[in-house]
Structures are given as C-alpha cells and as structure tokens.
C-alpha cells in the first residue's frame, strides 16, 4: 500500500480492500521499522492516527465519507497541533504542546484524514537542506548521504520513502518546491492568501504559504482543495472561491504557452538538470504546447532581496519567544536580561541567530531606507516581472534548483547555501503559485522541474503538471530505501 | 530673564470597545489575572491579528471630532521592543500612516476665553499588559488582560504655553472622548493616560529648548503640578549655568517631583517597519461621510448653543457643556421646565453643591433632571416660593418624596409647603402681626418716608413666619405697605 | 556598506540574543558576507518605485467588534515556564 498515490488509496477505502486502520497500522510499522535511518519524523503520533483512522471507517460505514475520508498523511512540525508538541525544529519550542489546531489542520481533520505525526524540518523553516533542525538532519532516500532539501526536508522524504502519501509543508523561499524536487516527488506552492496561515508558525509573514507534498499533482489538487480558502482569523488569507482542482487536470494543452526564462537557465545551472529539464520540455512541446524564451530581468536581485525582507520579518516574529509564556526558558536568570539573552541563545539554532541578526541590522536606525525599503521597491521590480511574462505566456517553466540534492554538510557557507534557491525565491516575493514537479535524474538523485503561473492559476499549474505525468512517469520511480523492508 | 514653557502632550484613550483591537478577548477592566489575555493576546506562536471594526469607527470618529484630516488608506507597523508587558516583542501601532491627520480641538480657559490647540496626528495601537511588582520571591508578576487593548494616541503638536493650559486640552479632549462615547474616560482605571513633552526658552527665542519627556501623568491635577515642578527644575536648572538633558522623566505625586528615569537603558532603536500580518486599511468616502453624519453634537458646538440660543453666559454654558452627561442632564432640565437661565441656575447651584459635597457626579445624582425640571416649573407657575423650593430640593435628594415619584409635587403636598396666595388669608395674618407690634408700628409711622422701606422687613418677616413660609413674599410686601401707609 | 563588530553587538543586543566574543566574530564574518551579497541591490535604480509590502494588493478586512474568547488560562498556562496565582514570573523588574 505504501507506494500508491492517495488517489489509489482512496479507491482502495472506497472499494473496501482495505480499511483505514489497517493502512494507518502498514505505515506506522513503516514508520517504526524505516525512520531510524532517516530522521523524517520528530513525533509520530500513533495514539491518535488510529483512533482518526477508526473514527474515519466509522465515518465511511455510515454513509459520511468525504473523498479524503481516511486518507493518512504527516505534517511539517511548522503547524501547530493540539496538545502534541510542535516545535518547528527549534529547542526554543521543544516543550511546546499547542493548545489549538491551525486552520489547515483543522481543515484536514474535518476532511476525515488522519495525521501519522509531525515532520523534521530546519529550525523555524530556515533553511534549504533540512541540516538546521534541532532534531538533526533528514537523510535523502533516495541517497543516504544526500540531503532531501529544505526546509519541509522531513515531509518530503517522508512521502519519498513510502512512509505516508503526502504531506503538508511550508514555503517561503522554496521550501516546498525544492525538497520536492530534491527527493523526485510532487510540491505545491499556491498564490500567497490562498491557504491560511492561522497557526502556522511564522518564519517571514509575508512570503510563508502553505501547500502539499504528494506523489502526484492530482493528489495535491485533492489536498489544495481541502485546505485552501477563506479564513477570517488571518487578514492577509484571501475571500475568495475555491475552484474544484481536479476538473482541469484531464484538460488537453494544445495551444499552451510556455515561457522559459533565460535568467533560470544560466551560469550556475547544472547540466544534467539542464538537461533533464529540457527534455521534459519537449514533452510538454509533443502534447501541443508552444515554447519562447522570455525574460526576468530582475531575477538576480530575488536572492539580496529576499534575505532582506526574509530576516527583517523573521527577526521581529521571534521575539515572541523570550521564555516568559512559553517555550525554552533559561536555568535561575539572574535579571531580566539575562533571561531574555540565555533564553534565545540556548533556545535558537546558529541559523536563527544569523537571520535575527541581520534582520535587526537592517532594520536599525540608519540602514532602514538602504536595505528594507530599498528591498520593497526592488520587490515590486520582481513581481512586474512575473506580471509582465504572463501577459505573454501562460506559464513559465525551468528547474525548481540548479543542482540535484546535494551531499549532507557539503555547503558549509550560508550564503552558497542561499544561492540555492535562486528559482524559487523569486516566486515568494511576487506571491505567485508554483509547483515542482519530478522530470528524470542527475545520477540516483532526482531532478524537479517548475512550473509557475500568474496569481491564483493554481487550477493551470495542476492541469499542466498531471497532463506531464500522465505522458511521463518519473513520479511513479520509487528509491530502492523504500522497498528494502517490503 | 522671563521664560516661556513649551508643553505638547501625548494622551493614550483606550477606547471603549468591548472586545480587543486584534482578537475577540474582552476588554472588560477588573478581571482574574490573564483570564481575558486570549492566544492572540498572548503571542503564542502562530496566531494572526484581525483588526476589530469598531475600533477604525471610534479613531475616525475621534478625528471628525477634531475636524482632521481622514486619509484614504492607513498602515500598522510594528515597533520592537523587549518587555515583560509587551508579549510579542513588538507593539502594533501606526509610525508612518496614522489612522487620523492633522486637526485642531478648542481649549477653555479659566478666564472664559478659548484657544486653538493644534492636533499633529492621532494614530491607533494596542496597550501592553501589567507589571505587579509585589513581592513573588523577588520576582514581578505580568498579568496580559489589557495587553491588546485598543488605544487611540493622541499627539498635539507643541501649542500649550502654560501647565494650565496643558490641564484644559487634557480636561478637552477627556470632553470629545466622552462626547463621542469612544471612551469611559476614566484616568483611575488608566483609560486615558497621558505623556507631557515639557521644555523652556527665554521669552522671545523661536528655537525650541530641551524637552523632557514626563511618562504616565493620570490625572488633570498632576498633569499640572507635574508640568509646575519640571518648569521650575528646568529654569532653575538653566539659570545655574546646567543644561537640560533629553530624558524621560516620571512624576511622583507623593514627593510631588519629577525623577529621571535611568537612563541604562541606551537610546532605544524600534525598529518600525510595516505589520506583514495585517494589511494596509482603506476608508471609502461614504464610510467616513456615515460616521460623520452621525456624529454627536461636540462640546464645543455645544457650548456655542448654550451661548447663542439659551442667552447663557460664556462662563455658563462652558461649565454645563464641558460634559456629555452635565450637558445632557441640563439639557432635560431645560426641556422639562422651559426656562434656561433658570435650569442653569439650578444645575450649577443647588444640584453641583449637593454633588460636590458628597462628592458624586451627575449620573449618580440622587435627583434626576426630570424631578428637578417639575421642582422649577413649580417656581415659575408661583406653586412654591423661592425658600421652599431649596427645601423641596433638599427633600427630593433625600428621597422624602415618597418611594413611589419622590416628586417636587407629592413633597409640596406633604410638607405644606404651596404657597399661599389668598388675599384674605394674606390679610388675616398681616392684621396680626400689626396688632401683635405696636412698638413696631410706632417706629414706622414715625420714620422719614424715604426710610420706611428699609423698615418694612421686619413685618414680612414676621407674616412669612406666621405663613411657616409658604405665603407669596411679592404679595405679602405689597399688602403690608398698604396697611401700614394708611396707618400714617 | 561595511559591517563592524560593534554593529553585531548592537543588534545582538537589541534581538536580546546572547553571543560572546567569538561567536560575534563568527557572525561578523558572515554577516559582511551576507550584506555584500545584499549590497547588490544598490546597484539597481528603484528611483519612483513603491516600496511592496504585500504580494497581492488587498486592503485589511475588519473583524465585528464581539467578544469571542473564553477564558482559557489553565490551557495557556500548561506550557508556561512559570507561573504563580494566574501571572506569568519573571526576574524583579525594576521601574
């Protein structure tokens, strides 16, 4: 059962072949016997994803079931649960039970689906390679000694590895799409405001959004459609309808325009990603769609903009944690200041510091207009671009990560390890959708390749990316880690 | 040398909502410790504002009121600092786009003149929590049940020139907020607190001295004795050769002294920059045009009617506008008895004796503006004479009139008191008074006309005695002269 | 613009995050290389653009003015480090 897309699994629920407890119980065992090696999980919780399985089969006896209905999935430690810990990869939050489900967990709940537990992730979501978490880095399962990317690492090795089908993560500068790409599975990034971030622990408030991890693009439209929409206790979250994501995905694309950007295939870009990333370009040229070139021009200024903007956020939203109402707290404080600097350097990682750091610097007196305005303007530069592509093509494509998965501890430097999201940054600062999508491999490791469309094209950008898989079937290649125990 | 002192003042109004400005907490004063500070309240990780409508109502309110500037969009911003009280690490305010531009509010002065106090801006943000230093093992205890509170910060631009004048914008806009109904304006309960900007300069200089800024002065009298100590610190500070230091300051109305601050704490960076969790606010035309239509009348209008349409004095109507329930509770008074001059008479005189001597304010006034109206219109119709009318008044207070009206008529009725208008009655009892005093009698008679006038007092005394009171003076007096004339 | 030793101190002061000598130099060095990266940004003329704070253009919605929230102290409390008759300790505050 461990391999199939929730789709399948749904009809198998449906069917009768097998029951949700019984599909939960095969992945816990999964779960217990695998994540040793790979670190994916920080809490499983099993108590509960049976006790939601059997509520969900009881649910399907009566009559009740929705087309989630059972279906068990993970989420990225980043959302806050229940009365189960939540600790966003940080010390700081290590002692921390939630007492309150966010809006997507909520969402997911009343949907029927049953969480198996919390997933490893860099500390506060900081982080392209999983090796920030206080938890210790994920391994990649397709290549023990790679990383599985960052930061929703755990969740996207977890769904690699036949652990559960999907997963919920976080994107804020990539953060969905480039561990996806890293570990040869499906992520989406939807238009920010289109998901709620009600009780998703902020990293940068104005970038972070929330999207699913699966093994196909129509299993994250069956998932975008369940958790997206309205939610009153966020403002920046849009009042807007939900389409039905699984309408368009059959829908042909001839005719289809497809803009690659030239600044997303220059220096710096690997060749076998190139290459692979070309070839399913071609793929998409046989099913009917045409191919230009196009430009961003300020596609290089995404990254010094976003590590302005990023930090200068992040700074101010890790205040919170100061060790008087919850979270780390520091041994016999001798004063007030003490508590707050012993408290905050014991609680946060080296990473964490870094951007607090520069975040506080940036926004002090004096380098405010220089960096943090300076940044806005160049932001509005960046989303122009994407708006004035749109006006042209219908969506744009190139790799999700110049390289494949990189090997664990291999970029020491942050900012090496920042260039790396040098595709999917950009993507943030205009707040359009995009979604990465498997297209063959750079050795064992997997390549992905992006698609992005105009705000609120999320419907396209699933259509687009199953009428790939339908002609392909990287995303139907499984890591041999994920077969060893069956 | 002459100084001249420069005051602007800063008042934080926590405006009257029920429920928190970015969470649906209660804002109700007085409750168990944290059990009003909800997740928002408290920056648990996560948790998102969304910004309560009735709070944008009352600063647009606030700044109709002040005839500002409304503009189209505003923006919140987050200022960072680290405190106990402050739960976020960053208070949610408005630096760069406040909610409320330029305006203007009238001051009363005490000489009855008005002046102009300009109004830089007014923006909204949310209270911090409490500290309670009492005794925990040597630890402070913070209770987070205000923190997310609605505030309005009113900033005046540097306009005040003397710590009177510094009271009576304080005491204007106490009157506009609880005009609008924005705010209970109560300064024991910290509802309206407020910082004083205070510098000197010699008289004549245009450049501005060295401010010191006086934090948390909570009610009108030690917002002038604050203003008073500082002034003379500052001058005398001056004239022996020192400088003035940029410094906040803390006023301690025990000692009656200002004491600086420490000023460890190094020149504070906070590090504004715009909110990413909220949005920028638009106010449309007709939004603003709504709340303008509706807007109560303000005091100063008030006070202008009061002048214009009631013939009251300036001293007058500034008294009984300069507040919402002073003005209302006169107001009904004049409607119910007709007669203005006569309402105002009462309320400033009998009504705000008997409330200042036990200390009550006029909502709590045992006799309310209708009973008092019905005591005046028994007054004017000549039921009752001036002297029994006090009685009755006294009477209504103490709640004599019965449990069921305690009405001006039903203790006319009790206590004799109408007044007695028949001649003959009249007559009777000035024939016996006449024949009771004949020592008197002789004296009048015998008296320079152009002094029996003064004499005549006697007998009115004497028949209104007899009367216990109730008889028409006017009457009395006129039937007495005729008497006692035609005995000469 | 150049980044001194002093300046991470001031920040790390500011953020309250405790750092000693050494790792203030570490920051130091990568901090100065972090912002050089960011410096490219002076480099673009952004003469009449406004800044963006937002990635779509919506305006605040506003909530109705009710009372929404229950008294949940004993939940909130759970995880607080520590706690005496419902308030939340910290070392003296001195005013």
């Given at each position: 059962m461990?391999?199939?897309?929730?789709?399948?699994l749904?009809?198998?629920?449906?069917?009768g072949?097998?029951?949700?407890?019984?599909?939960?119980?095969?992945?816990?065992?999964?779960?217990?016997?695998?994540d040793?090696?790979?670190?994916?999980?920080i809490?499983?919780?099993?108590?509960?994803?049976?006790?939601?399985?059997e509520?969900?089969?009881?649910?399907?006896?009566?009559?009740?079931a929705?087309?989630?209905?059972?279906?068990?999935?993970?989420?990225?430690?980043?959302?806050?649960?229940?009365?189960?810990?939540?600790?966003c990869?940080?010390r700081?939050?290590?002692?921390?039970?939630a007492?309150?489900?966010?809006?997507?967990?909520?969402r997911?709940?009343?949907?029927?689906?049953?969480?198996?537990g919390k997933?490893n992730?860099d500390?506060?979501?900081?982080?392209?390679s999983?090796?920030?978490s206080?938890?210790g880095?994920?391994?990649?399962?397709?290549d023990?000694?790679?990383?599985?990317?960052?930061?929703?690492?755990?969740?996207?090795?977890?769904?690699?590895?036949?652990l559960?089908?999907?997963?919920?993560?976080?994107?804020?500068?990539?953060?969905?799409?480039?561990?996806?790409?890293f570990?040869?599975?499906?992520g989406?990034?939807?238009?920010?405001?289109?998901?709620?971030?009600?009780?998703?622990?902020?990293?940068?408030?104005?970038?972070?959004?929330a999207?699913p991890?699966?093994?196909?693009?129509?299993?994250?439209?069956?998932?975008?459609?369940?958790?997206?929409?309205?939610?009153?206790?966020?403002?920046?979250?849009?009042?807007?309808?939900?389409?039905?994501?699984?309408?368009?995905?059959?829908?042909?694309?001839?005719?289809?325009?497809?803009g690659?950007?030239?600044?997303?295939f220059?220096?710096?870009?690997?060749?076998?990603?190139?290459?692979?990333?070309?070839?399913?370009?071609?793929?998409?040229?046989?099913?009917?769609?045409t191919?230009?070139?196009?430009?961003?021009?300020?596609?290089?200024?995404?990254?010094?903009?976003?590590?302005v903007?990023?930090?200068?956020e992040?700074?101010?939203?890790?205040?919170?944690?100061?060790?008087?109402?919850?979270?780390h707290?520091?041994?016999?404080?001798?004063?007030?200041i003490?508590?707050y600097?012993?408290?905050?350097?014991?609680?946060?990682?080296?990473?964490v510091?870094?951007?607090?750091?520069?975040?506080?610097?940036?926004?002090?007196?004096?380098?405010f207009?220089?960096?943090?305005?300076?940044?806005q303007?160049?932001?509005?530069?960046?989303?122009?671009?994407?708006?004035?592509?749109f006006?042209?093509?219908?969506?744009?494509?190139?790799?999700?990560?110049?390289?494949?998965?990189?090997?664990?501890?291999?970029?020491?430097?942050?900012?090496?390890?920042?260039l790396?999201?040098?595709?999917?940054?950009a993507?943030?600062?205009?707040?359009?959708?995009?979604?990465?999508?498997?297209?063959?491999?750079?050795?064992?490791?997997?390549?992905?390749?992006?698609?992005l469309?105009?705000?609120?094209?999320?419907?396209?950008?699933?259509?687009v990316?199953?009428?790939?898989?339908?002609?392909?079937?990287?995303?139907?290649?499984?890591?041999?880690?994920?077969?060893?125990?069956? | 040398?002459q100084?001249?002192?420069?005051?602007?003042?800063?008042?934080h109004?926590?405006?009257?909502t029920?429920?928190?400005?970015?969470?649906?907490?209660?804002?109700?004063?007085?409750?168990?410790?944290?059990?009003?500070?909800?997740?928002?309240?408290?920056?648990?990780?996560?948790?998102?504002p969304v910004?309560?409508?009735?709070?944008?109502?009352?600063?647009?309110?606030?700044?109709?009121?002040?005839?500002?500037?409304i503009?189209?969009?505003s923006?919140?911003?987050?200022?960072?600092?680290f405190?106990?009280?402050?739960?976020?690490?960053?208070?949610?305010?408005q630096?760069?786009?406040p909610?409320?531009?330029?305006?203007?509010?009238?001051i009363?002065?005490?000489?009855?003149?008005?002046?102009?106090?300009?109004?830089?801006?007014?923006?909204?943000?949310?209270?911090?929590?409490?500290?309670?230093?009492?005794?925990?093992?040597?630890?402070?205890?913070i209770?987070?049940n205000?923190?997310?509170?609605?505030?309005?910060?009113?900033?005046?631009?540097?306009?005040?020139?003397?710590a009177?004048?510094?009271?009576?914008?304080?005491?204007?806009?106490?009157?506009?907020v609880?005009?609008?109904?924005?705010?209970?304006g109560?300064?024991?309960?910290?509802?309206?607190?407020?910082?004083?900007?205070?510098?000197?300069?010699?008289?004549?200089?245009?450049?501005?001295g060295?401010?010191?800024?006086?934090?948390?002065?909570n009610s009108?009298?030690?917002?002038?004795?604050?203003?008073?100590f500082e002034?003379?610190?500052?001058?005398?500070?001056?004239?022996?050769?020192?400088?003035v230091?940029?410094?906040?300051?803390?006023?301690?109305?025990?000692?009656?002294?200002?004491?600086?601050?420490?000023?460890?704490?190094?020149?504070?960076?906070?590090?504004?920059?715009?909110?990413?969790?909220?949005?920028?606010?638009v106010?449309?035309q007709?939004?603003?045009?709504h709340?303008?239509?509706?807007?109560?009348?303000l005091?100063?209008?008030k006070?202008?009617?009061?002048?214009?349409?009631?013939?009251?004095s300036?001293?007058?109507?500034?008294?009984?506008?300069?507040?919402?329930?002073m003005?209302?509770y006169?107001e009904?008074?004049k409607?119910?008895?007709g007669?203005?001059?006569q309402?105002?008479?009462?309320?400033?005189?009998?009504?705000?004796?008997?409330?200042?001597?036990?200390?009550?304010?006029?909502?709590?006034?045992?006799?309310?503006?209708?009973?008092?109206?019905?005591?005046?219109v028994?007054?004017?119709?000549?039921?009752?004479?001036g002297?029994a009318?006090?009685q009755v008044?006294?009477?209504?207070?103490?709640g004599?009139?019965?449990?069921?009206?305690?009405?001006?008529?039903?203790?006319?009725?009790?206590?004799?008191?109408?007044?007695?208008t028949?001649?003959?009655?009249?007559?009777?009892?000035?024939d016996?008074?006449?024949e009771?005093?004949?020592?008197?009698?002789?004296?009048?008679?015998d008296?320079?006309?152009d002094?029996?006038?003064?004499?005549?007092?006697y007998?009115v005394?004497?028949?209104?005695?007899a009367?216990?009171?109730t008889?028409?003076?006017?009457?009395?007096?006129?039937?007495?002269?005729?008497?006692?004339?035609?005995?000469? | 613009?150049?980044?001194?030793?002093?300046?991470?101190?001031?920040?790390?002061?500011?953020a309250?995050?405790?750092?000693?000598?050494g790792?203030?130099?570490?920051?130091?060095?990568?901090?100065?290389?972090?912002?050089?990266?960011?410096?490219?940004?002076?480099?673009?003329?952004t003469?009449?653009?406004?800044?963006?704070?937002?990635?779509?253009?919506?305006?605040?919605?506003?909530?109705?003015?009710?009372?929404?929230?229950?008294?949940?102290?004993?939940?909130?409390?759970?995880?607080?480090?520590a706690?005496?008759?419902?308030?939340?300790?910290?070392?003296?505050?001195?005013?």
């Amino acid at each position: 059962m461990h391999d199939k897309t929730l789709t399948e699994l749904a009809a198998g629920l449906r069917a009768g072949e097998f029951s949700s407890r019984e599909l939960t119980q095969d992945l816990l065992g999964r779960i217990d016997r695998l994540d040793g090696r790979l670190n994916s999980f920080i809490t499983v919780t099993a108590e509960q994803a049976l006790a939601a399985a059997e509520r969900a089969d009881a649910a399907r006896a009566t009559g009740e079931a929705g087309p989630l209905n059972g279906l068990p999935l993970a989420l990225k430690d980043i959302f806050c649960t229940r009365g189960i810990k939540t600790s966003c990869g940080s010390r700081m939050l290590d002692n921390f039970a939630a007492p309150y489900d966010a809006g997507v967990v909520e969402r997911l709940a009343a949907a029927g689906t049953v969480s198996l537990g919390k997933t490893n992730m860099d500390e506060f979501a900081m982080g392209s390679s999983n090796e920030n978490s206080f938890y210790g880095p994920v391994k990649n399962p397709w290549d023990l000694d790679a990383v599985p990317g960052g930061s929703s690492g755990g969740s996207a090795a977890a769904v690699a590895a036949g652990l559960v089908p999907a997963a919920m993560g976080t994107d804020t500068g990539g953060s969905i799409r480039q561990p996806a790409a890293f570990c040869g599975i499906t992520g989406l990034k939807p238009t920010y405001g289109r998901v709620s971030r009600y009780g998703m622990i902020a990293y940068a408030s104005s970038l972070d959004q929330a999207g699913p991890l699966a093994r196909s693009a129509a299993d994250c439209a069956h998932l975008l459609g369940a958790v997206a929409g309205h939610d009153v206790r966020d403002s920046t979250c849009v009042a807007r309808g939900v389409p039905d994501y699984t309408t368009d995905l059959d829908a042909p694309l001839s005719g289809l325009k497809i803009g690659l950007p030239r600044e997303y295939f220059g220096d710096g870009l690997s060749p076998e990603v190139e290459s692979a990333v070309r070839e399913a370009i071609k793929v998409f040229e046989t099913l009917g769609a045409t191919v230009r070139d196009v430009s961003l021009p300020h596609t290089h200024y995404a990254i010094p903009a976003y590590y302005v903007i990023a930090p200068a956020e992040a700074s101010s939203n890790l205040s919170r944690y100061d060790g008087v109402r919850f979270g780390h707290r520091c041994e016999d404080p001798a004063d007030l200041i003490d508590l707050y600097k012993r408290s905050r350097a014991e609680g946060f990682g080296e990473e964490v510091k870094r951007r607090i750091l520069i975040g506080t610097h940036t926004l002090s007196e004096g380098f405010f207009d220089a960096y943090y305005k300076k940044a806005q303007q160049v932001r509005r530069l960046i989303r122009q671009d994407f708006l004035d592509a749109f006006d042209e093509v219908d969506v744009l494509m190139g790799p999700a990560s110049p390289t494949p998965a990189f090997d664990l501890g291999a970029n020491k430097d942050p900012v090496s390890m920042y260039l790396q999201d040098i595709y999917t940054i950009a993507v943030n600062l205009a707040g359009i959708p995009g979604i990465s999508v498997p297209a063959g491999f750079a050795g064992n490791r997997p390549v992905g390749l992006q698609v992005l469309g105009t705000h609120f094209a999320e419907a396209q950008l699933l259509n687009v990316a199953h009428q790939f898989q339908q002609a392909t079937d990287w995303h139907l290649r499984r890591p041999a880690f994920a077969e060893e125990s069956a | 040398m002459q100084w001249e002192t420069v005051i602007g003042l800063e008042v934080h109004v926590q405006l009257a909502t029920r429920s928190k400005i970015f969470s649906g907490a209660s804002t109700a004063f007085g409750a168990e410790p944290n059990s009003q500070a909800c997740a928002v309240d408290l920056g648990l990780p996560g948790v998102l504002p969304v910004l309560n409508e009735q709070a944008v109502a009352m600063a647009v309110q606030f700044g109709l009121g002040i005839h500002a500037d409304i503009p189209e969009v505003s923006v919140f911003d987050r200022k960072n600092y680290f405190y106990p009280d402050l739960p976020k690490g960053y208070q949610t305010s408005q630096m760069y786009d406040p909610i409320v531009g330029p305006g203007e509010v009238e001051i009363n002065l005490e000489d009855g003149s008005t002046r102009t106090v300009r109004i830089h801006h007014a923006h909204l943000e949310e209270d911090a929590g409490k500290s309670l230093h009492e005794d925990f093992h040597g630890m402070t205890g913070i209770d987070l049940n205000r923190a997310g509170t609605p505030l309005l910060e009113i900033v005046s631009e540097p306009d005040m020139r003397s710590a009177k004048e510094a009271a009576a914008y304080l005491k204007a806009i106490h009157s506009i907020v609880t005009y609008l109904g924005i705010s209970d304006g109560n300064m024991a309960e910290g509802s309206m607190r407020c910082d004083v900007n205070v510098s000197v300069r010699p008289k004549g200089q245009e450049a501005f001295g060295t401010r010191a800024e006086i934090k948390n002065v909570n009610s009108f009298r030690f917002v002038e004795r604050a203003i008073e100590f500082e002034v003379e610190r500052q001058v005398e500070l001056i004239e022996d050769g020192g400088d003035v230091v940029q410094e906040t300051r803390l006023y301690d109305p025990d000692a009656d002294e200002t004491r600086s601050m420490r000023t460890k704490e190094e020149a504070n960076d906070y590090r504004y920059f715009p909110c990413p969790d909220l949005l920028p606010v638009v106010l449309d035309q007709a939004y603003v045009d709504h709340l303008r239509d509706n807007l109560p009348e303000l005091p100063a209008d008030k006070r202008a009617r009061f002048e214009n349409e009631f013939g009251l004095s300036a001293y007058d109507a500034g008294v009984l506008s300069a507040s919402r329930a002073m003005a209302e509770y006169f107001e009904r008074v004049k409607d119910v008895c007709g007669d203005a001059k006569q309402a105002a008479n009462w309320v400033q005189g009998e009504l705000s004796g008997a409330l200042n001597r036990e200390g009550l304010a006029i909502a709590d006034s045992p006799v309310s503006a209708d009973q008092l109206g019905e005591l005046i219109v028994r007054v004017l119709d000549g039921t009752i004479n001036g002297k029994a009318a006090k009685q009755v008044f006294q009477a209504l207070w103490h709640g004599e009139g019965g449990s069921e009206g305690n009405s001006a008529d039903a203790i006319i009725e009790a206590k004799g008191l109408k007044q007695v208008t028949d001649t003959g009655a009249i007559e009777a009892m000035i024939d016996q008074v006449i024949e009771e005093s004949p020592g008197q009698v002789a004296q009048y008679r015998d008296a320079e006309p152009d002094k029996r006038g003064k004499m005549i007092g006697y007998f009115v005394g004497q028949v209104m005695k007899a009367s216990r009171g109730t008889a028409n003076p006017q009457q009395v007096n006129t039937m007495l002269k005729e008497k006692l004339d035609a005995l000469c | 613009m150049a980044i001194e030793h002093a300046d991470v101190l001031r920040a790390a002061h500011l953020a309250r995050l405790g750092l000693d000598e050494g790792e203030a130099a570490h920051y130091l060095d990568d901090l100065g290389r972090i912002l050089e990266m960011v410096d490219q940004l002076q480099a673009l003329d952004t003469e009449g653009v406004a800044p963006m704070a937002h990635p779509l253009d919506a305006t605040q919605r506003l909530r109705a003015d009710e009372v929404t929230e229950t008294d949940q102290r004993d939940d909130f409390q759970r995880c607080a480090p520590a706690v005496e008759n419902g308030l939340y300790l910290v070392p003296r505050v001195v005013e």
